[in-house]
């Protein structure tokens, strides 16, 4: 243990993030908005492990035997169902938040390993139209640039109804990111700071929902899937009313979620964690009938390794979606802008504002000098490369679970290392028979 | 030319607006539509379609270029993001008509319910009779007009919609303020009003639109104050 002088000991109640934010606050009388997602130290899918087969089980030949990763959304109600190659799919982050070469990034990645990109509060663009193999458009309550030609164009609808960074809060840009071309995509004054709607302006229960995904399959001539994304809160019931919706997917984005910009009381405070949403949708789909059936689940927040991807999986999901980890992938905190960071009082691994518009790898920015450091053919690459190894962990790790496909993972080949971890997951301590909660 | 009659007693909605959808020109008579929901929903085309009864949610959403025109009320949703074109209903109109429009022409003869032009983008709203509370919320640009009265929170959190009311005003929401009725305003009422075969004379209408005082956060500096040797 190093000795830590008395003089310099740090209080836990106030330790200096907490008197930085205090005098931050104190300073400028608004609230701290800020981009990444939850920054302390929340139980995750870190703290469950997976029981490889040893006698009683046996592993599948790693190279040799065969393990499905495909997925398909839709196939009861749609006549082009979304076929994904893998189960990892590109969140949705609207152009305005991210640069059009990031966009572009996105699109070239995910479509040269088969799954899918999705828009953002803010419409869609050509660039990623034409860059996206499968493309899922959002509908968001803000509806900026929303309209029936690019709504055909779309591979799927995703209805937002919340993210995992803020369940109950609207979409935010800052003025620096409102540029002209953002500003006339969102039919907005330039250089506002934009809120959007945290409701939908013509819907309010799942009722009204359900005749808005009729409407939307009519105008559409039912031809692709429906999703909804909630905000990991209740996912029980935001899960089981986004059925009786009609939805062919329903995304559940747990706290961790990342964002372009928030407030951060909202980042850090409201929402569950990823690890205890999705046991609950899981709980919601088997209910009704649903799960690994006609209604997909589609886990988002925090999810980085293929392990990660494995666990979801494991634990009930049929895909999961990132976001933060996509963009650190194609260049996001990239140490070699290190000086860059150093000139915004930050440093490489560290920076999170998104919001600010000044984002060194050019990621996160309208401006076009910054924006033109990112390559999109690089970034495409670099985003593919790491889908592939997502994918063959995943892959890995279900093999040596003895399954033939990622879907065949299931809670039964999972330990969880805390008691919180297997409370809200729903799986028994390691070494143990033990489900706190369940006898 | 003879419209088509689609009667949706014997036929599905899907057979009814699919038939809507394939159209790309022509008139079109919906029979017994009793209270259908997404009914002449996405249409894409100049046609004409005529609605004889009421209609549910989200009658004529997202409608393009055609003409709607309803004979009877309608609910939730009237004429959803709207992007080009006209719809009419000669009844009232639930919550959230014309919400997020980004184009073209609704016309309510009747009175229209709670949040009427919510996050309008672009559309020209005119209601013969009164509308609801919150109506133009979070607008950002069009018109709407309001040859009745308006109730409470007219045109909260607005940006750049003009609002025009002949009757009286409950309350203003937030950041939404009278202004000065110029010429280029009275001409637009005026179009407007012709538009939608609407007696009203200008004069009597009151404009109302954004303060402008949210578009941007305040954010105080007291130590960029301090070093620049102000601040009390
Ligand atoms: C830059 C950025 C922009 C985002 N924009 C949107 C958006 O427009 N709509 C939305 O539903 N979610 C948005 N999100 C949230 C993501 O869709 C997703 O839920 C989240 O990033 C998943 O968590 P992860 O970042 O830990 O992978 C955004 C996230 C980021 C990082």
């Known amino acids: ?327 650190i992938a194609i260049g996001d905190n990239d140490p070699k802008y290190e000086a860059d960071y150093n000139a915004l009082g930050t440093s490489a691994g560290y920076w999170e504002d998104f919001q600010a518009g000044n984002d060194p790898a050019g990621i996160t920015t309208q401006d076009p000098e910054l924006s033109a450091r990112l390559d999109p053919v690089i970034g495409g690459r670099r985003l593919a490369n790491y889908l592939k190894v997502l994918s063959v962990e995943a892959q890995t790790i279900a093999r040596a679970c003895g399954k033939s496909h990622v879907h065949n993972l299931e809670p039964e080949d999972l330990a969880a290392l805390t008691v919180e971890a297997a409370a809200m997951a729903k799986v028994p301590i390691a070494g143990t028979s033990w489900i706190p909660g369940q006898g | 030319m003879t419209a088509t009659t689609l009667d949706l007693s014997t036929s599905t909605l899907r057979e009814v607006n699919g038939t809507l959808h394939a159209a790309t020109d022509g008139s079109f008579t919906i029979t017994h539509p009793r209270g259908a929901h997404a009914l002449a929903a996405g249409i894409d085309a100049p046609i004409d379609v005529e609605i004889d009864g009421p209609v549910g949610y989200y009658c004529a959403g997202m409608h393009k270029t055609g003409t709607v025109l309803v004979k009877g009320n309608a609910s939730t949703g009237l004429a959803e993001n709207i992007m080009s074109g006209t719809v009419r209903i000669t009844g009232n109109a639930m919550m959230s008509a014309g919400a997020t429009g980004c184009g073209g022409l609704l016309v309510i003869e009747g009175n229209a319910g709670a949040r009427c032009g919510i996050s309008m983008k672009g559309v020209d709203i005119v209601v013969g009779g009164n509308v609801g509370h919150m109506s133009a919320f979070m607008g950002q640009a069009g018109n709407l007009v309001v040859l009745g009265d308006a109730a409470e929170d007219l045109g909260d959190s607005l940006y750049e919609v003009d609002i025009f009311v002949r009757g009286s005003v409950a309350s203003l929401g937030s950041d939404c303020v009278e202004k000065e009725m110029r010429p280029e305003h009275v001409d637009t009422l005026t179009r407007l009003l012709a538009a939608a075969e609407m007696d009203a004379d200008p004069a009597d209408f009151t404009r109302y639109g954004s303060a402008r005082e949210l578009y941007n956060f305040h954010v105080d500096d007291i130590d960029a104050e301090l070093a620049a040797g102000g601040a009390s």
Request: hydrophobic share 40%; charged share 25%; proline share 5%.
């Open chain 1, 1 to 327: 243990m190093t000795d830590q002088p008395w003089n310099l000991r740090e209080s836990y109640t106030y330790d200096r993030n907490v008197i930085a934010e205090i005098r931050r606050a104190a300073n400028t009388g608004i609230y701290r908005i800020r981009g990444w997602g939850a920054k302390r130290e929340l139980p995750t899918l870190d703290d469950l492990v997976f029981l490889g087969a040893s006698m009683s089980r046996y592993p599948l030949e790693g190279y040799r035997e065969a393990c499905g990763t495909d997925v398909t959304i839709g196939a009861d109600t749609s006549e082009n169902p979304v076929q994904l190659d893998i189960p990892i799919t590109i969140a949705g982050m609207s152009f305005g938040s991210l640069s059009a070469n990031a966009k572009e990034a996105l699109g070239r990645g995910a479509s040269a390993v088969g799954t899918s990109t999705t828009t953002g509060d803010g419409g869609m663009t050509p660039e990623e139209r034409g860059h996206s193999t499968k493309l899922v458009y959002q509908y968001l309550p803000s509806r900026y640039g929303m309209n029936p030609d690019d709504l055909r164009k779309a591979d799927a609808i995703e209805v937002v109804v919340g993210q995992g960074a803020k369940p109950g809060g609207g979409g935010m840009l800052m003025g620096q990111k409102i540029t002209e071309r953002v500003a006339e995509m969102r039919t907005l004054p330039e250089g506002i700071d934009q809120r959007s709607a945290c409701r939908h302006p013509d819907w309010t229960g799942p009722d009204d929902l359900e005749i808005k995904i009729i409407e939307l399959r009519e105008i559409t001539g039912h031809r692709v899937p429906v999703y909804v994304k909630v905000g990991a809160a209740r996912p029980y019931y935001d899960t089981a009313l986004a059925v009786k919706a009609g939805a062919d997917a329903v995304v559940v984005d747990g706290m961790q979620g990342g964002t372009a910009a928030t407030q951060d009381v909202f980042i850090e405070h409201v929402g569950i964690p990823t690890i205890a949403a999705i046991p609950e949708a899981v709980r919601a789909l088997q209910d009704l009938d649903v799960h690994r059936g006609s209604v997909k689940l589609i886990a988002a927040g925090g999810i980085r390794s293929g392990a990660d991807v494995g666990k979801a999986l494991a634990l009930g999901a049929d895909a999961v979606s990132i976001g933060t980890a996509a963009l």
